[in-house]
């Protein structure tokens, strides 16, 4: 199909595409559940459901940014999140294709342990948001210059970390704010620190109080 031709169609069929993201979104909730399985964030789930993500043009999706947030919008930017999830994720629908990939990632930051989210390091905290999305979802989008809205540089740190973690240790760091098992994991507390000194390295990713 042409550009041209895809635009039309998605334009007769928003209605469909949005029955069929609020679907995905359902079943976003399904496998982060069972992703983290382990360590009980049943109460954060059950919040999560009754905050069904809103899928936005790009005008209503700018408008709710300048809402919550008093910085100009990232170039690029697909969706955010309030890191407290008191309130449903914002996805731009401008690039259907992305839009559940998108979606994924903003529900993870949803998932995740207020503690880490408040104390890491911002590429840490986007690195691994996106590595876990990529594994959930199999989509990847690694090329810096094409996708840096998905933070390529600090998601490959991030799946060297997870590979090199093991099973369930930097999970328990993202929904538990537990870095036990990581430093073991790692051989200790100066590795864990030189670990997190790898990502505050990556300081390209300005904080952006709140919003992720
Ligand atoms: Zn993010």
Redesign the pocket.
């Given at each position: 199909m042409e550009i041209n031709d895809q635009k039309e169609h998605f334009q007769e069929n928003q209605s469909e595409h949005t029955e069929k993201w609020r679907g995905d979104d359902n079943k976003a909730l399904t496998d982060i559940a069972r992703e983290f399985r382990d360590f009980k964030i049943e109460d954060r789930l059950e919040k999560m459901r009754g905050l069904p993500s809103k899928f936005e043009t790009r005008e209503e999706f700018e408008r709710d940014w300048a809402k919550k947030s008093s910085c100009p919008i990232p170039t690029g930017l697909e969706g955010f999140t309030d890191e407290r999830a008191t309130e449903a994720a914002n996805i731009s629908i401008e690039k259907p294709y992305i839009v559940p990939h998108v979606n994924m990632?903003e529900r993870l930051?949803q998932a995740s342990d207020l503690g880490f989210k408040s104390e890491q390091p911002r590429a840490l905290k986007?690195g691994l948001?996106e590595a876990l999305t990529e594994k959930i979802t199999g989509t990847k989008y690694l090329d810096e210059k094409a996708n840096p809205q998905f933070y390529p540089e600090a998601t490959i740190l991030a799946e060297g970390l997870l590979a090199k973690a093991g099973p369930g240790a930097v999970e328990k760091l993202y929904v538990r704010n537990d870095a036990s098992e990581l430093k073991k994991a790692l051989g200790g507390d100066a590795q864990y620190e030189a670990m997190l000194n790898e990502f505050k390295k990556l300081n390209k990713l300005q904080e952006n109080r709140g919003l992720?």
């Open positions: 990632h930051h986007e948001t992720s």
